[in-house]
C-alpha cells in the first residue's frame, strides 16, 4: 500500500506540479484497487494450497447465513464504539480545546483539493469505488483476521496475532489520511478497530460476521463518493 501510494503522488505531482502526500481519499481508494486484487489472488491461492475454499475460510455455513448476518449488525454497533472514541480521544489529545474545529480539517483538507468536472470525478469514483464496495472488505478480513490471524496464532499464540494483525490494519489505512495529523489518528482507530474485529473472530470462531459489518461500513463511508457527483451532474447545488 505504500508502494502504491508513492506511485499515485508522484503521478499525480507530475500531472499537477503539486499534491498533497498522502494523495486525498478518492486517489488513495483507486490505488487500492490493484492492492485488493493482488492480496484477494494470493490468499485464494493460500488457501486452496491447505485444501481450504474462500467459502470455508470465511465460517460460511448453510442454516447459519442469516444468524450470522444478525451477528454481524450487532459487530457493526460494538466495533463502531470503541472506534469512534479512539478518533475522538486521539484529536482531543492532540489539540485539546481545539478539537472541535479541527474536526473541520484533519480529515479533510480543502486546500489541497483539486477542482474536477463532476463528470470526470463520477467516472473516477466509479471505477475506484465500485471495485473497492464488492471486495475490500473481504479481502481485508481474509488477509488479516483469516490467514494471517490464523497463521500466527498457531506459531505464537492468540494474543501475539491479535496485536500484530491489528497493528499492521491500522498502518495499512494511514495512507486514506488527508493530512499528517490524521494519519495518526487513521493508524490508532483502525488499530483498536483490528484489535476488536480480531478478538472477536477468535471468540466466535467465524469471520463472516464481522466481514458483514466491515463491508456495511465501507458501503456506506463510499457511497457519496458516487452519489455526490451525481447529484451534481443533475443540477442539485450542494453547499458544506
Known amino acids: 500500500m505504500l508502494g502504491v501510494t508513492l506511485v499515485m503522488w508522484l503521478i499525480l505531482r507530475a500531472a499537477t506540479g503539486t499534491a498533497a502526500f ?21 490468499v485464494r491461492r493460500f488457501y486452496r494450497d491447505e485444501g481450504i475454499s474462500l467459502r470455508e475460510a470465511l465460517g460460511i455455513r448453510k442454516g447459519r447465513i442469516g444468524r450470522d448476518v444478525l451477528w454481524g449488525l450487532l459487530w457493526l454497533f460494538v466495533l463502531a464504539v470503541p472506534f469512534m472514541a479512539a478518533i475522538s480521544g486521539t484529536v482531543f489529545a ?10 473541520e480539517t484533519i480529515f479533510f483538507d480543502p486546500a489541497e483539493e483539486e477542482p474536477m468536472h463532476p463528470g470526470a ?47 499492521a490494519f ?40 464481522v466481514l458483514i459489518a466491515h463491508w456495511i461500513v465501507n458501503v456506506m463511508m463510499s457511497s457519496p463518493a ?15
Open 94 to 103: 492532540l489539540y485539546g480545546g481545539d478539537a472541535p474545529a479541527a474536526f
Open 121 to 167: 470525478l463520477l467516472a473516477i469514483s466509479i471505477v475506484a469505488v465500485v471495485p473497492f464496495m464488492l471486495i475490500n472488505a473481504l479481502t481485508e478480513e481474509l488477509v488479516f483476521r483469516g490467514y494471517a490471524l490464523e497463521g500466527i496464532a498457531s506459531r505464537w499464540g492468540g494474543a501475539a496475532a491479535i496485536v500484530a494483525t491489528a497493528v
Open 226 to 240: 458516487i452519489v455526490l457527483p451525481i447529484l451534481q451532474l443533475a443540477g442539485v447545488r450542494l453547499e458544506f
Open 22 to 42: 498522502p494523495p486525498n481519499t478518492t486517489w488513495a481508494t483507486l490505488g487500492l484497487l490493484p492492492v485488493n486484487a493482488i492480496c484477494l489472488l494470493a
Open 170 to 209: 491500522g498502518a495499512q489505512h494511514v495512507f486514506f489520511a488527508a493530512t499528517a495529523p490524521g494519519m495518526l489518528v487513521y493508524a490508532i482507530a483502525f488499530t483498536v478497530w483490528g484489535l476488536c474485529a480480531a478478538t472477536i473472530v477468535r471468540r466466535q470462531g467465524c469471520i463472516f460476521p
